[in-house]
């Protein structure tokens, strides 16, 4: 499955939802690439149900809650406590390996940069499928070890943050969802190569500051601080052309992260 055309109105109007989100990951770029990924691969209408498994600061879930009802889980008090403020979305502080919800409850499913930290890969995308609708859709992504700058170590520099795993490959990925009986309908790479390149950058300035990282709420304390509003104007002046280079990198870089688009069967 190809992900879905979009026009130049469409392009203008995902950027215009991305603007008015004052969510402070709205200015990581990595974010951003995945969600635009995300977007063009589902297009969720108003009766149904998306959930955001691993949702952190809750980007992505405020953005899907133009267009449908959402519910976001994560693991972090301080995300949620933060992310809260968007009062449309259902928002649960839970573990995405015993997920809260009945079986068969989600339209969509989608968790992005959830994976590697889990310890148990088979048994939470075991447990995505529990909770997804025959015909449901879910979007999974991950750092993929195929990319070319992987083997960097600045790629894996994540202060405190636990890491079951710095990554997967498409080849450990595809099993999982095999297992599970989940049609694989898309796999994407994104982060192919100038965008990472900028996330390195930004981790090691981040990391100098803040070597004792922990939690994606921590960024909530540097929105207003004079660094945050430079590199602000930094990111929106080069984020989108980095974005559209990588873009155009797709088809010839496995880039350094990887999405699967796969659809839980009727039977």
């Not at 796999?187 to 990472?196: E, H, I």
């Amino acid at each position: 499955m190809e992900p879905k055309k979009h026009t130049e109105d469409e392009t203008q109007r995902f950027k215009s939802e991305i603007s008015i989100n004052q969510n402070p990951l709205r200015y990581n770029i990595s974010t951003c690439f995945r969600l635009k990924l995300i977007n063009r691969s589902i297009s969720p209408k108003p009766n149904e149900k998306l959930l955001d498994v691993g949702c952190g600061m809750g980007f992505m879930a405020w953005f899907f809650s133009k267009k449908c009802n959402v519910y976001a889980i994560d693991i972090s008090f301080d995300s949620i406590k933060f992310a809260s403020q968007n009062k449309k979305v259902k928002w649960v502080n839970g573990n995405g390996l015993m997920l809260p919800f009945k079986d068969n409850s989600f339209d969509y499913v989608i968790t992005s940069e959830v994976m590697e930290h889990v310890e148990d890969g088979y048994g939470f995308v075991a447990e995505l499928k529990r909770i997804i609708k025959p015909g449901g859709t879910i979007i999974l992504s991950t750092p993929s070890i195929d990319g070319i700058l992987r083997v960097s170590k600045i790629c894996h520099m994540h202060g405190n943050e636990t890491h079951h795993k710095i990554g997967y490959s498409k080849n450990e990925l595809l099993p999982m969802f095999k297992k599970n009986r989940l049609k694989v309908l898309n796999v994407k790479y994104g982060l192919n190569f100038f965008t990472q390149i900028f996330m390195e950058i930004i981790k090691i300035g981040y990391t100098i500051k803040n070597p004792h990282f922990e939690d994606q709420a921590e960024l909530e304390k540097d929105k207003n601080t004079l660094l945050f509003k430079i590199y602000k104007c930094i990111f929106l002046a080069i984020a989108p052309f980095l974005i559209r280079i990588d873009q155009k990198l797709e088809k010839y870089i496995r880039g350094n992260n990887i999405m699967i688009v796969a659809k839980r069967l009727n039977k």
